[in-house]
């Protein structure tokens, strides 16, 4: 069995969907105990948009997805590999890490998982200098 979690990214009525493709979700959900942060969790930085000051709004998210595997990169920590093998840096929105693991997994700036390595995904945003991705924020 097989299943799809979305995950909406972004405020301000910007909406970003990662649609992450997940096997054997509730076979394995029905009998693993809910995860929970460590406080010896290691996060790894990934390249982050800079924060919005307080009281400003983030620019427009340009109305493109894209869609690849998440994958583990020497470079960025994590990158998105195009179903035609094109891997390709991405900018995520502030805050966002990744939290060393098997599978590694990109969370939020509340420390929530929003995709693993191995995953699935489309990302809403825009493509950038040098093919690299703007997830909107």
Do not use: K
């Not at 979690?5 to 649609?19: K, W």
């Not at 983030?58 to 990158?79: F, Q, R």
């Not at 179903?83 to 990109?106: C, H, K, M, Q, T």
């Amino acid at each position: 069995m097989s299943g799809t979690r979305s995950v909406t990214i972004g405020g301000f009525g910007h909406r970003v969907l990662i649609v992450v493709v997940l096997w054997l979700v509730a076979s394995v959900s029905a009998c693993s105990p809910a995860e929970s942060p460590s406080s010896s969790t290691t996060l790894v930085r990934v390249p982050t948009q800079p924060r919005v000051p307080d009281g400003q709004t983030p620019p427009p998210c340009p109305p493109a997805t894209i869609e690849g595997l998440l994958v583990a990169d020497a470079i960025a920590g994590v990158a998105l590999e195009e179903p035609n093998g094109r891997r390709r840096s991405v900018i995520w929105p502030f805050g966002y890490a990744l939290r060393e693991g098997d599978p590694a997994a990109l969370v939020n700036a509340r420390g929530e998982v929003v995709a693993r390595v191995g995953d699935v995904v489309e990302l809403a945003g825009g493509e950038g200098a040098g093919g690299t991705w703007m997830v909107c924020s």
